[in-house]
């Protein structure tokens, strides 16, 4: 990891918010934190489930992934970290979002990890994304 030409990010996301790591190997990095702009992403999955494309996003649900999509200029690796719960799974959304608008930045995503995001802290998420890139290092 200590590569300074391979730079490792994570983003870990929910329904409400995300949070970015940019610098995977600075000690205590606190990340970019992004929330969501209105109450209007809260129905986003049930709207797409009544005939939507998956790629269509509302016009704050775009916003939000845009600016998510902006502070991961320079990566050359994404790991995904979220919660992973059926229909609601942010990270499918986003990685349909990024495949249709960003498929330069899908191309960087090497993994995507489920965990319980809501009972971890920031410093726990890194962790977690540390020994991620850690264990598959060699593949990376």
Known sequence: MSNAS???MAVALTRDEARVWTAMNVPGQA???FHVPSDLRRHHHQRAAHGR??????????????????SLDGA?????VG???GKANEMVTLMRYWAHAHPDVARK???????????LSDNQVLALAREWYRDRREFL
Do not use: C, K, M
């Open 109 to 119: 995503v090497v993994g995507a990890v489920d965990s319980n995001l809501e009972s």
């Open 76 to 80: 050359s690796s994404i790991l995904l």
């Open 83 to 85: 919660h992973g719960h």
């Open 31 to 33: 990340p970019e934190n």
């Open 6 to 8: 391979n730079i490792l």
């Open 53 to 70: 494309d998956a790629r269509e996003v509302d016009h704050d649900t775009q916003a939000y992934f845009e600016a998510i999509t902006a």
